[in-house]
C-alpha cells in the first residue's frame, strides 16, 4: 500500500542501550532518523509521532506542513520492512549510537545529532537538510512564501 505522507514510510528497529530499550525510527525518503524509549509499548506509536513533530520542528520544517504530516501520519500500519536502503542506514544509525551513548542529552537531542550524518542513499547529503526540504516542498504555493 502506498504511504499517505510526504515523507513516505518508516521503519523501526528496537535497540538495547544501557540505560534500557529504545526504538530507531528511520524516515523512508529523508533518513531521518527518531529515538524513543522502548517502555509502555501501548504507547510508543503516539509517544513517536510526537518525537517526530519535535525533531521535524527543531531542523527548521515549516509548521503547517509538520502539522499535515502529523495529521498523515494519525493512521499506522505495520508490516516487513521493504527498503534495503534504509536498512544499511538503520544499521550505520545503531552503530553511531554505540559510539556514542548520549549521556545527558535527550532522545530528541541525540536523534537530531544522527541527523546531521551524511547518507548515500541520499546523496550524502544529511537527513536534517533533506526532511524539511521535502516537507517545505509539499506546501501549497501560497504557503511556501511564508517559511
Known amino acids: ?4 505522507t510526504t515523507l513516505g ?9 544501557r540505560g534500557g530499550q529504545v526504538v530507531l525510527f528511520v524516515n523512508e525518503r529523508s533518513l531521518l532518523p527518531v529515538l524513543v524509549s522502548a517502555r509502555e509499548g501501548s504507547t510508543l506509536l503516539p509517544r513517536f509521532r510526537e518525537a517526530a513533530r519535535e525533531v521535524l520542528t527543531r531542523l527548521g520544517a515549516p509548521a503547517a506542513a509538520v502539522e499535515a504530516e502529523m495529521a498523515a501520519m494519525a493512521e499506522a500500519r505495520i508490516a516487513r520492512t521493504a527498503s534495503r536502503q534504509v536498512l544499511g542506514s538503520m544499521t550505520d544509525f545503531a552503530w553511531m549510537l554505540t559510539a556514542d551513548r ?3 542529552r535527550s532522545l530528541i537531542e541525540r536523534s537530531i545529532h544522527l541527523a546531521h550524518a551524511p547518507c548515500g542513499p541520499i546523496g550524502m547529503r544529511s537527513p536534517e537538510d533533506v526532511a524539511p526540504e521535502l516537507l517545505h516542498g509539499a506546501l ?8
Open 1 to 4: 500500500m502506498a504511504p499517505t
Open 9 to 17: 514510510d518508516w521503519y523501526a528497529n528496537l535497540l538495547y542501550e
Open 102 to 104: 548520549g549521556e545527558g
Open 140 to 147: 501549497p504555493p501560497h504557503l511556501r512564501a511564508a517559511r
